[in-house]
């Protein structure tokens, strides 16, 4: 039995499509990150309860700290951008939560400054308050241990790869650190849509793209290069036809990001079918049905699908490319 309900909603299923083909599929995946860093900060004594905790969110993870605040005793604050729709935002309000949004934009990197701009006005008018900083703050890790502990224990012995999309970083990042340092060979394989920096990408720019949560138009300092083995950009025709066929085949309803990590976990497995391989589901699909999933009738076969290799990022181009970042890296590209 479960004290909390944010206990409950975090746990991961582990859904296996073939045995060495592995869907780790999250209601809402955040909440592992934000119980962990609230529940060290408590611990910690940087924070106590009654405080005030703040953060930007383009929404996964303003429910995630709203529920961890909720289960600590926390007050929340959260300056979230427009893709915060009318569902999360009465649940948020019923929490008590504290919600602004920026005004309207089409331009991530605006969008993404506005709101770490009403943050630091925030913090002057509010000295008390503590910024999460889920971006840059490496506390974010620590809750994917437990995530990472259940891979282990859960799948085929030898060889894995991990498969997600990069946003913040942590998620990826923590559970192939951990992995690893259970002594687990894991090759990590970051997703990213176009148009965005942290791979390089904004030179390339998908105006179609609405994956919220991953990729950047800023810097992020949880995101470590160094831990991942590929990198694959997938536009956003790829990642519909990837999570349409997700769901048609396996019953699974997820988020745009798994469409896209689906669709690299299949490619990156008939590369090496050696491993077993895991694909990360962030959240559900609720919130893309009526930009996304009400246009699978164009979904493309993702047979027809493959990307293109490149060896240096001015070759990146639609609608899916992907490369061996530490080769690239090494070419002096990155």
């Known amino acids: 039995m479960y004290e909390h309900i944010a206990e409950a909603v975090k746990k991961p ?18 909440i592992y990150s934000a119980l962990g860093a609230v529940r060290h900060l408590l611990e910690s004594g940087v924070v106590k309860p009654g405080d005030t ?26 300056v979230g951008s427009t893709t915060v729709d009318r569902t999360l935002r009465v649940q948020l309000e019923i929490l008590g939560v504290t919600l602004e949004q920026v005004r309207p934009s089409k331009n991530l990197r605006l969008d993404q400054e506005l709101r770490v701009r009403r943050i630091a006005e925030i913090l002057e008018e509010n000295p008390s308050y503590h910024w999460m900083r889920q971006y840059h703050d490496s506390i974010h890790y620590y809750g994917y241990r437990e995530v990472a502990e259940a891979i282990d224990q859960q799948t085929l012995s030898g060889p894995l790869t991990l498969v997600g999309g990069v946003g913040s970083g942590a998620s990826t990042g923590a559970i192939a650190t951990y992995l690893r340092e259970a002594g687990r060979d894991v ?7 176009f148009g965005s920096v942290t791979f390089g990408s904004e030179h390339v720019s998908d105006p179609d793209m609405i994956i919220a949560g991953i990729g950047s138009a800023i810097e992020f300092e949880n995101v470590r290069h160094k831990l991942y083995d590929r990198i694959h950009w997938v536009n956003f025709d790829c990642a519909l036809s990837g999570a349409v066929e997700l769901l048609r085949t396996s019953g699974i309803f997820a988020g745009l990001s798994t469409g896209a990590a689906y669709l690299t976990t299949l490619w990156e497995r008939r590369r090496d079918s050696s491993r077993t391989h895991v694909f990360i589901a962030a959240d559900t699909g609720h919130r893309y049905v009526e930009s996304a999933y009400a246009k699978h009738a164009e979904a493309q076969d993702i047979d027809t699908l493959k990307p293109h290799e490149i060896t240096a990022l001015e070759e990146l181009r639609h609608p899916w490319s992907t490369t061996s ?10």
């Open 53 to 78: 905790l703040i953060d930007s969110s383009s929404g996964i993870y303003a429910q995630a700290l709203a529920l961890a605040c909720h289960r600590y005793g926390m007050k929340c604050h959260i």
């Open 187 to 193: 090759s990590l394989v970051g997703v990213q849509p």
């Open 13 to 30: 299923d582990l859904i296996a499509l073939q045995p060495d083909l592995v869907c780790l599929r999250f209601e809402t995946m955040k």
């Open 325 to 334: 970042w530490p080769d690239l890296c090494a070419s002096g590209e990155s």
